[in-house]
């Protein structure tokens, strides 16, 4: 983890947010979003697909797509603790051969990971500063298909993600939260072949599935 950048995050989401949000995974399932990118990556109608799911946390996305439709996966995420407790719960059902995980800032080893059928990243590019890097990175790992959740670019989220900079700030935590322009978003992706083709919102989510044309 040689980056500032990835060593903030891997502070950031450290062994307590990652047992509870397994904890809370566990008894409730998926969250909202995350419901909406699973929506998502199966209207593609794929059989024994491969994922990278990037910043996937506890890794909620796969545990579910392994039931149906996704053979294997690699994760890549900047938290150590994450993985541990994506680890647990992959091995708990019995998924350790199937999935690669690795420890790393993804824009640093995207080169070196083979190309998945879906990329997915969700609650991610809000995460990292530099979005067009990570985009980047993302797409030319794809396929087929991307499928991410952002913030809506409105006031809502806007304000609610100015609090919470500031409480960071405040704080002295150098962690921040982005509300990256979705406009860009979607055009640097589009210019590195991928096509929006379906978007849908909950209160502060953005989720879009793009494609490969
Ligand atoms: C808000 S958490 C979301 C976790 C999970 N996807 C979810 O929605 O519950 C952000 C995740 O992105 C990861 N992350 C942020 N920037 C990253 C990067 N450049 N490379 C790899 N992982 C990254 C963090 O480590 C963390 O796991």
């Not at 087929?144 to 809502?156: F, W």
Request: charge should be positive.
């Amino acid at each position: 983890m040689p980056c500032e950048c990835c060593k903030i995050t891997n502070d950031q989401f450290g062994k307590d947010t990652a047992e509870a949000d397994l904890k809370e995974y566990r008894r409730k399932g998926p969250a909202k979003q995350t419901r909406l990118i699973l929506e998502a990556v199966r209207s593609l109608n794929l059989k024994d697909a491969s994922l990278l799911d990037v910043g996937g946390g506890i890794g909620a996305i796969y545990h579910e797509l392994m039931k149906d439709m996704v053979s294997h996966a690699t994760h890549v995420d900047a938290s150590s603790a994450y993985l541990t407790a994506a680890k647990q719960e992959t091995e708990r059902r019995g998924n350790a051969e199937k999935v690669n995980f690795i420890h790393a800032d993804f824009t640093d080893v995207a080169e070196t990971i083979p190309q998945a059928d879906v990329v997915t990243l969700d609650r991610v590019v809000c995460c990292y500063p530099d979005y067009k890097s990570l985009l980047k990175a993302a797409a030319s790992r794809s396929s087929r298909a991307l499928v991410m959740a952002y913030p809506r670019e409105n006031g809502l989220s806007r304000f609610v993600i100015t609090v919470m900079d500031w409480f960071l700030k405040i704080s002295r935590n150098p962690f921040r939260v982005f509300v990256h322009p979705v406009a860009e978003m979607n055009a640097l992706l589009r210019a590195e072949g991928l096509q929006r083709k379906s978007l849908s919102r909950l209160f502060v989510w953005e989720v879009a599935l793009y494609q490969r044309s």
